[in-house]
């Protein structure tokens, strides 16, 4: 065996023995949180450590402090690169999304028969390949971040369009019999009986839109973009064997990626505690 797996190895083997240690404490409060957070440290020491004693050239495989370094010599481009795809292309487009399909999913819920006409074809929709529909939009919409916002609506809207109309449904007959008897209207009953009820599965579909609406605005920039934006900036860099501003990129993807679905976890807690897969949870 290669010597330099030694090290490499006694990392893994210390960061297992510590987490193991802490699991076994499993009523300690924030043992949920430094379990994951020490498991991310001993893979970050594995990837320096083996990246400096095998001697891993940087275009293919750039250490985790030259990564930093470039984060703190680049943050001013990915301050920019951020605004571009997360705030205009990314958020806008999710806001736009998941607004349109709510709103729809509560008119397919007074109309039943527009189920059967639009489900199937929103389906179809959500089947198509990013790749296919991101040139197209691109061209109809311009380079700017309004085309990025427009694959964002395409790739977000379906998603919670199924999750909120099944939660709209998910009530059964006993309740809304129940509501009839106190002589409640539909609006009455969407509001104090069926939304509630759909909370959970509107959740769901915020949490899915939450990752495809990052993943749409950075594909998006691939097939288009001005001289700024994340996808713009990963594609460009390749080109130009900078990995290490790469990775930076990539960083700042999984931070919003991870901030924004834990935010939404967290609104979710908060809204639906009363809900059975919420408890035990502190």
């Known amino acids: 065996m290669d010597w330099r797996l030694v090290p490499v190895l006694a990392i893994w083997v210390a960061g297992w023995m510590l987490n193991a240690l802490i699991a076994r404490h499993g009523a300690w409060r924030w043992g949920g949180y430094v379990i994951p957070i020490l498991f991310g440290v001993t893979l970050l020491a594995m990837w320096e450590t083996g990246e400096r004693l095998f001697e891993i050239s940087d275009v293919l495989l750039p250490a985790p402090s030259e990564i930093a370094a470039r984060f703190w010599l680049s943050r001013d481009i990915l301050w920019v690169?951020?605004?571009?795809?997360?705030?205009?292309?990314?958020?806008?487009?999710?806001?736009?999304?998941?607004?349109?399909a709510f709103l729809l999913a509560v008119v397919i819920d007074r109309f039943p028969f527009l189920q059967k006409g639009l489900l199937p074809v929103g389906n179809f929709v959500a089947a198509l390949p990013i790749v296919g529909m991101a040139p197209i939009l691109v061209m109809w919409f311009g380079f700017d971040w309004q085309s990025k916002a427009?694959?964002?609506?395409?790739?977000?809207?379906?998603?919670?369009?199924?999750?909120?109309?099944q939660g709209l449904q998910s009530t059964d007959n006993m309740q809304r019999d129940l509501m009839r008897t106190y002589a409640a209207s539909y609006w009455q009953t969407l509001l104090k009986l069926r939304l509630p009820a759909a909370m959970p599965f509107i959740f769901n579909g915020l949490k899915i839109a939450s990752t495809l609406a990052l993943i749409g605005a950075i594909v998006a920039e691939f097939f288009g973009s001005p001289i700024h934006g994340m996808g713009f900036r990963i594609s460009t860099s390749v080109g130009q064997l900078a990995l290490d501003l790469v990775w930076a990129e990539i960083v700042v993807a999984a931070i919003v990626g991870s901030a924004f679905y834990g935010g939404i976890a967290l609104l979710e807690r908060l809204v639906t505690f009363w809900h059975p897969s919420q408890r035990g949870r502190t």
């Open 81 to 100: 690169d951020f605004v571009q795809t997360v705030i205009k292309g990314a958020l806008s487009g999710f806001v736009m999304g998941c607004g349109a």
């Open 150 to 165: 427009a694959v964002v609506v395409v790739m977000v809207f379906f998603p919670m369009l199924v999750n909120t109309v």
